[in-house]
């Protein structure tokens, strides 16, 4: 019998990072479905909803808020967990991302090993 792999929608602005952050969580054995605008990312769950989305807050069009904002109106996601990956390292940010209900508030720069491992904590391989 086949483990279905659970799924991240990750959604980022920056070519590089996403693509370094993705790669690091599929060796984790993460399906990672990754998006550069939230518009792409919002159909994405559409199509399938994910365990667990991981977001910048500044983004190209709808920023982060609106976006998590967006997820939570949709048919099955009030509960995924929700990981903001921002450069945003202020405390009224932070409140924001608390008060909207993200499960985590990251800083970039950022340890690698502590986003896997604050990722594995919300949601195991």
């Known amino acids: 019998m086949v483990k279905n ?8 602005d920056e070519p590089e990072l996403l693509t370094t952050v993705s790669l690091i969580l599929r060796d984790q054995g993460y399906l990672v479905l990754d998006a550069k605008k939230a518009e792409d990312a919002l159909t994405m769950i559409q199509k399938s909803v994910p365990d667990l989305i991981l977001a910048d807050i500044k983004l190209p069009g709808i920023d982060g808020f609106d976006f998590f904002d967006r997820v939570r109106k949709m048919e099955n996601c009030a509960a995924i967990p929700f990981v903001f990956l921002t450069a945003y390292n202020n405390l009224k940010a932070m409140k924001n991302a608390k008060k909207h209900g993200a499960a985590e508030y990251i800083t970039k720069p950022f340890d ?7 990722i594995r904590d919300l949601v195991p391989p």
Do not use: G, H, Q, S
């Open 5 to 12: 792999k659970k799924t991240i929608v990750f959604l980022e």
């Open 112 to 118: 690698f090993e502590f986003l896997v491992t604050r």
